[in-house]
């Protein structure tokens, strides 16, 4: 089966230093590299995004790029999108493209949601009977009826995201890229988009993903690719990937933690949370939780030097973005005193008595008054059993442990 995107050997310079560099200079140094026969050399220097990444992406296929910032995942999606183009090597795309890399990218701010629709419609090569066709199903799926008539300007990011996403993916692209912007927005959507991805791959449609929260990598894609300073450090099935990047990661921590740098006494940056699982009664991260059974929360962090007191707060939110529950350490009791080093914080409940459901912890780490974030994290999806069967989840929030009592009254 042919490849729908193929990447040879590619890379990828930005010349540093331009913004001090003369038109004249600029065309000398071009006229000099021509007649050696070469690339000019950068007057300031260069930063290579990529160097000599090659990759193939199949029909049906979905692929993640991972990585730190600054690895090149971004380069590489601006590369398909024809945004920007490669200093060496070739890339093919064979099918039409739907990219979602930027926050409000294709639309135009004056413009109402329905003119921004037809106008992105258009930009991927369908007619205006093709849009009209698919028109109610993109207002349906991103829920901002009594918003279609205003201008864009005035949604907000999650809005934006709503959109955006409607339009990419109910126009059935044949490769579909998607970068960072399910991060913003509720839950809810997040969960429907996701569905809405599985259910376009289903149908053949090809997915270059890149997101930093691993359960959305691990629940949208089969194959993935790490990324290091514009080099493929690793490519494979998504768990090995995963793990790969993971043990780097854990890697990059503990050096930075034997050879701190001078982060000015700011709290902030100084702490890493690496990872929070919500576990069942033995201990056990397999997303599945009874409402009337424990569950915990675990914190693992990274201290890269110490901070000394500190709170942490752990909020249990509904997958449509209810907040159900916050405990802190500070209000509990449980004062924290945070050196340098890794450490874990758990907070267990007993029993969990949440209402049957989805749901996800969100935690935060603060100064000693509260009043200064230190680092932030969420855990992925965990599902919630009613006591009793055949109850409609996200009915309640609560379903508290009970008691019940009957008598009859005498004498009435």
Known sequence: MPAVVTFSHVSKRYQLGLARTSVTGLAKGWLRAAWRGGLPQAVDGSYWA?????????????????????????????????????????????????????????????????????????????????IEARFDEIVAFSELEPFIDTPIKRYSSGMTV????????????????????????????????????KALLDGGTSLIFVSHDMGLVKAVCDTAIYLEAGTIQHAGPVADVIETYNTALDRRRAERVERPGDDGGAAEGVLEITGVAVLDEAGHPDGHLSADRPAEVRVRYVAYRGIGPAHVIVRLQRSDGVSCCVVRTVADGAPLNIEAGPGTVSVVFEPLQLYGGTYYAVVWVTDADGASGIARATSEWFEVKNRTAGLDAGDAVFEPARRWTHHKDVGR
Do not use: W
Request: glycine share 12%; net charge positive.
């Open 50 to 130: 990529l160097k000599d990444v090659s990759f193939e992406l199949q029909r049906g296929q979905s692929l993640a790029l991972l990585g730190p910032n600054g690895a090149g995942k971004s380069t590489i999606l601006k590369l398909l999108a024809r945004i920007t183009q490669p200093t060496s090597g070739a890339l093919e795309v064979a099918g039409r493209l739907a990219a979602l890399i930027e926050l409000g990218a294709g639309f135009h701010p004056d413009l109402t949601g329905r003119e921004n629709v037809y106008l992105n419609g258009m930009l991927l090569g369908l007619r205006r009977q093709e």
């Open 162 to 197: 709503r959109l955006g996403f409607a339009v990419a993916s109910c126009l059935e692209p044949e490769i579909l890229l998607v970068d960072e912007v399910l991060a913003v927005g509720d839950a809810a959507f997040r969960q429907k988009c996701v569905r809405r991805i």
